[in-house]
């Protein structure tokens, strides 16, 4: 988390530092803060919260060098306040920071010994004394960081600059992903091309272990060991223009409305549409004998995984395990020969999802990644890429990554099933037709806004919300629960609709909205029995469902009426619902719904 931006400039750099920061303001936004070179020394501008008060703060004391670096942080060490925020600083050396350092104990109890003063909470001030540390032993400035980098424990992405140096700037990567952007007698960097596609699309990514001195006459850029190496120059796609709100009050409002157009694409990059046939890309393992598909994500991407079981098990006839990465990394889970592990990821850094991968991949596990970020370390890292083309997705809340990313695992799903002989061709032209008809569905689904708005104002009163689901809608009620809690703040639970009377069935009155996600399939009735339930102890109940609301027999709070789908596209379909109902009540709330707190879009800690 946190995002890193740097520039050797022609000009004061200040405001284009700003500038990148707002595009990385996804990765964090606890804190700002920026710092140059000043006439041979360094000045540093922070400010607590979002980055209109460091841009309020650069107008009153205004900043003029022309080399600096900016931070905007997720708080890992250290409350967000304006003494924790980047840049860290000593009169010789300032530096952005994006990880966790490990050691920081050890290296503050050493260096504090040594006579260093540490002024903040953070894990990032120890790399500023051990570099000012060795500097005051003697070394240059790319000797002190070389010497610091082997001390450091843990993952970082570093950008540093010195006093009296302006022609300088250091980067360091492990763990953490950076970009390194060539101007025109101009040097950039950022946490992500993103950041920099106003300034050049002319991008170096670094790889693990490497550091990079910068100079406004190019990069050096060194591995591990010290040696120098070659790192390819490509041409970024990434586009400063996709990053706008067009005529949406927020991100995540123009992101659901997206939905349509970008499943389109995705599905279109699997399926031959034409044929009604599923077009999929080698995955460089013969799926006729794939004995288990593993799956593993974090958040909602999990989610989208565990509707990827549902699929895959029914369609494809493969056992599928699934866990959470952050579980199943330290399970040391035993993972078969011919085994296919998959990861989905918007960001393609979530951290605990690269751990699990690298868990894999060394257990021999063929790795395909569904990731929206085609350069991520995660796509970089698999054997094969399915991409989701869900285009930027800026709300912290996923939306369109997470349909996107059920769009290409319904095509995973069919690919083997097609293969191993379990799905026939009538049925891969059953399924495909129907994945094809899921953009025309969803349109009308987000016609009918104004239901979700009155909705909204019930939701909005309510302390807890309860969502419930059967077979493929159990991660759609999970999906909603983590939606409401994570931009409104109420706390929400979903649960599989036949656990209810398990326990949760205790916390049923009058107060509790009971959102019941129930498409007329072969469940329905079942889940029926479990509104019944609901129903019996005075429960609200709200029922989105293509059924008709009077063959429920009970009463309803509400009926959130869904056009009839195909059962393998249902979860596409009613992912839209439960993230209108989310939307409106966090907006009739004003809470910050594309920045909600203690959160960040792109988690690269563990
Ligand atoms: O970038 P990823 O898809 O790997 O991120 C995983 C989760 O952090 C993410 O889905 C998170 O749960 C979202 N904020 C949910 O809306």
Redesign the pocket.
């Known amino acids: 988390m946190c995002g890193i931006v740097g520039i050797l400039g022609s000009k004061p750099v200040a405001t284009d530092l700003v500038d990148a920061l707002r595009r990385l303001e996804y990765r964090g936004y606890d804190s700002a803060g920026v710092a140059t070179v000043e006439n041979g020394h360094l000045e540093r501008r922070r400010a607590e919260g979002k980055l209109r008060n460091l841009e309020t703060r650069l107008l009153s004391e205004p900043l003029s060098g022309h080399t600096g670096i900016g931070h905007t942080r997720w708080a890992t060490h250290g409350r967000p306040t304006e003494r924790n925020a980047h840049p860290h600083m000593s009169a010789k050396v300032s530096v952005v920071h994006n990880g966790i350092i490990e050691n920081f104990r050890e290296l503050k109890t050493e260096l504090t010994a040594k006579g260093h003063t540490f002024e903040t909470d953070t894990d990032t001030e120890a790399v500023v004394h051990l570099v000012t540390d060795e500097m005051e032993r003697g070394a240059g400035p790319i000797d002190a960081v070389k010497a610091a980098l082997g001390k450091l424990k843990g993952a970082f992405a570093l950008g540093i600059i010195f006093a009296g140096e302006d022609d300088l700037m250091i980067a360091a990567r492990q763990g953490s992903p950076l970009a390194i952007g060539h101007g025109s007698g101009e040097m950039y960097l950022g946490s992500d091309a993103i950041a920099l596609a106003p300034f050049t699309d002319a991008i170096t990514y670094l790889e693990e272990g490497d550091w990079a001195v910068m100079r406004r006459a190019g990069v050096q850029v060194f591995d591990r060991a010290g040696q120098p190496v070659t790192r390819p120059l490509i041409k970024s796609v990434a586009s400063s223009l996709l990053v706008d709100k067009g005529n949406h009050r927020h991100f995540m409002a123009k992101e659901i409305h997206e939905q349509p157009d970008v499943i389109s694409h995705t599905l279109s990059n699997y399926l031959d549409m034409a044929n009604a046939r599923v077009n999929f890309p080698d995955l460089g393992i013969d799926l006729t004998k794939i004995s288990r598909v593993t799956i593993s994500?974090?958040?909602?991407?999990?989610y989208a995984g565990l509707v990827g079981k549902y699929w895959i098990e029914r369609y494809a006839r493969v056992p599928v395990e699934i866990d959470v990465a952050s579980e199943m990394r330290y399970r040391e889970a035993p993972l078969p020969a011919d085994g296919l592990a998959v990861f989905?990821?918007?960001?393609?850094?979530?951290a605990d999802?690269l751990a699990t991968l690298r868990y894999a991949k060394a257990n021999g596990q063929r790795i395909a990644s569904i990731v929206?970020v085609r350069t991520s370390t995660?796509a970089r890292e698999s054997h094969a890429v399915l991409p989701t083309l869900a285009g930027p997705e800026i709300g912290?809340?996923?939306?369109k990554?997470?349909t996107c990313q059920l769009a290409a695992l319904a095509c995973l799903a069919i690919a083997i099933g097609r293969a191993r002989g379990a799905i026939s061709q009538e049925l891969e032209q059953e399924l495909v037709t129907a994945l094809v008809e899921v953009p025309r569905l969803i349109s009308t689904v987000l016609r009918n806004e104004e239901q979700y708005i009155e909705l909204a104002h019930g939701l909005s009163k309510a302390r807890d919300v309860l969502y419930l689901g059967r077979g493929s809608s159990y991660p759609l009620a999970l999906e909603g629960a983590?939606?409401l809690k994570?931009i409104s703040y109420i706390h929400a639970e979903g649960y599989a609709a036949g656990e209810l009377k398990h326990g949760p069935i205790a916390l049923i009155d009058e107060a509790v909205p009971v959102i019941v996600v129930a498409p007329e399939d072969d469940l329905l009735e079942k889940t029926v029995s479990n509104v019944q339930e609901v129903a019996a102890r005075g429960g609200q109940i709200i029922l989105i469902s293509n059924a008709n609301p009077e063959t429920i027999g009970c009463a309803l709070a509400a009926h959130i009426p869904t056009p009839k789908a195909h059962p393998l596209t249902n979860p596409l379909i009613y992912a839209i619902p439960v993230q209108l109902l989310a939307y409106h009540t966090a907006v009739f709330m004003g809470t910050d719904v594309d920045q909600p707190r203690n959160?960040a879009?792109?988690?690269t800690v563990e």
Not at 396 to 399: D, E, L, Y
Request: aromatic content about 6%; charged content about 15%.
């Open positions: 994500a974090c958040g909602t991407a999990y989905v990821s918007q960001s393609g850094e979530t999802t929206n995660i912290v809340a996923s939306t990554a997470f983590l939606k994570e959160l879009k792109s988690v």
